[in-house]
């Protein structure tokens, strides 16, 4: 099972979710895709994710989080002993959400969320301070990533799998020409 978990202000809708649910689907492997709706609240959001997450063999488990996404999965990853695959990741994101308090809109939907202090402070207690296990660990980060300093990314996952592409953008332009590869690290046993 795939288990993507999209980043902040996204949602299941989003273009990287859309193309490896495709991916997925021209594999003939549709039906492995989980895709859940995060909500704002940070607790709620791992708790989600960590149900979604249940019942399956760790060995066969494979998560994609994007942005904070990457956050979460890099969380539920080491709480769970499987592979995770991240999408230029939120580092610090309670330092990085700070300037995001308040009424936000949600891309892709018509929603609108309101971000708090205690959001900021859930998150913290989500943070993992180290990688147990390098090799579960796949990143994706884009130097001209206008969000995170992939630099920042780089040093937290290092010594992990790790693609650094020249340029690009926080929402990974180009992410099409990353799948093949994402899904041979997912799928591999």
């Keep these: 099972?795939?288990?993507?978990?999209?980043?902040?202000?996204?949602?299941?809708r989003s273009r990287k979710a859309s193309q490896l649910r495709s991916a997925l689907e021209q594999r003939?492997?549709?039906?492995?895709?989980?895709?859940?709706?995060?909500p704002i609240a940070p607790r709620e959001?791992?708790?989600?994710?960590?149900?979604?997450a249940a019942g399956e063999d760790p060995e066969r488990l494979a998560i994609v989080g994007s942005s904070l996404g990457g956050y979460y999965a890099?969380?539920?990853?080491?709480?769970?002993?499987?592979?995770?695959?991240?999408?230029?990741?939120?580092v610090d994101?309670?330092?990085d959400l700070q300037a995001h308090l308040g009424s936000q809109r949600v891309f892709f939907t018509d929603q609108t969320i309101v971000v708090t202090a205690d959001h900021l402070l859930e998150l913290r207690e989500l943070e993992?301070?180290?990688?147990?296990r390098p090799e579960r660990y796949f990143l994706i980060a884009a130097t001209g990533d206008e969000?995170?300093?992939w630099r920042t990314m780089v040093a937290k996952y290092q010594g992990c799998r790790q693609k650094v592409i020249e340029g690009s953008d926080h929402a990974l332009s180009g992410?099409?020409?990353?799948?093949?590869?994402?899904l041979d690290f997912c799928f591999c046993q």
């Design 1 to 12: 099972m795939i288990l993507y978990l999209h980043g902040f202000l996204s949602s299941p």
């Design 28 to 38: 003939g492997r549709g039906a492995e895709f989980v895709c859940p709706e995060l």
């Design 45 to 52: 959001a791992s708790a989600l994710a960590l149900e979604a």
């Design 74 to 90: 890099t969380w539920l990853a080491e709480r769970l002993g499987c592979r995770a695959i991240l999408l230029n990741p939120a």
């Design 93 to 95: 994101p309670c330092r």
């Design 128 to 132: 993992t301070a180290a990688i147990t």
């Design 147 to 149: 969000v995170i300093d």
């Design 175 to 182: 992410f099409e020409h990353c799948l093949d590869e994402i």
